[in-house]
C-alpha cells in the first residue's frame, strides 16, 4: 500500500472517529442519532474499495480493543455487543458499496453516489436491525419500528448533503493530488 492511500485510510479512520462522537439521544428509540454514517459515506464516495473497508475496520478494531471512538467517547467488545453493534459492524460494508458504485459507474458522480449511498443505508439498516432483534429480543418489526424507520429523513438528509460534498472534496483534493489513487 502506497503512503498515501495509508495516510488517507487512517485520516478517514480518525474522521469517523470524530463524527461518531456528534450524537443525539432520541427518547423514542434505543439508537441515537449519529453522525458516524455521514462519515462512511465520505469514506465510500473518496477512498478506493479497499481503503474504504480498511479505514472502518481499523475504526472497528480501535473502538473493539477500548479507545473511544464510538458514540458518546465509548469502546470496548461491549458496545459491538450491544444494541448498536450491528450498524457498527456494517460499516466497512457500506464504504464498499459506496466506492463500488463509483467503479461501476465509471466515475464519481450524483447518480452513482446516490444509489451506492441508498444502498449502502439499506444494509446498515438490515445489519443493525436483526442485530438489535437479538440484542433486545423484540420482533423484526418491532426493531425496524424503533430502530430504522425514526432514522430514513435524517439519513436521507445525510446523503443529500454528503453527494455534493463528496463531489467538492473529491476535485479539491484531486487538483491537490492528494485524494488515494483507485484500486
Do not use: E
Amino acid at each position: 500500500m502506497k503512503t498515501k492511500n495509508l495516510a488517507a485510510t487512517a485520516i478517514f479512520a480518525a474522521l469517523t472517529a470524530v463524527l461518531a462522537q456528534l450524537v443525539i439521544p432520541l427518547p423514542f428509540t434505543p439508537i441515537p442519532f449519529s453522525m458516524g454514517v455521514f462519515a462512511v459515506f465520505l469514506t465510500g464516495a473518496l477512498l478506493p474499495m479497499s481503503n474504504s473497508i480498511y479505514a472502518l475496520l481499523v475504526y472497528i478494531l480501535l473502538g473493539a480493543v477500548g479507545l473511544p471512538v464510538f458514540g458518546h467517547f465509548s469502546g470496548g467488545i461491549g458496545v459491538i455487543l450491544g444494541p448498536t453493534g450491528g450498524y457498527i459492524l456494517t460499516y466497512p460494508i457500506m464504504a464498499f458499496l459506496v466506492a463500488l458504485f463509483i467503479h461501476l459507474f465509471h466515475k464519481r458522480s450524483v447518480l452513482s453516489l446516490a444509489i451506492g449511498m441508498l444502498c449502502a443505508i439499506a444494509v446498515c439498516y438490515l445489519g443493525g436491525s436483526l442485530w438489535y432483534c437479538v440484542v433486545a429480543r423484540v420482533t423484526w418489526a418491532k426493531s425496524i419500528a424503533l430502530t430504522v424507520l425514526p432514522f430514513v429523513p435524517f439519513d436521507l438528509i445525510k446523503i443529500v448533503f454528503c453527494i455534493p460534498l463528496s463531489l467538492a472534496l473529491a476535485k479539491a483534493l484531486q487538483k491537490a493530488r492528494m485524494l488515494p489513487a483507485n484500486s
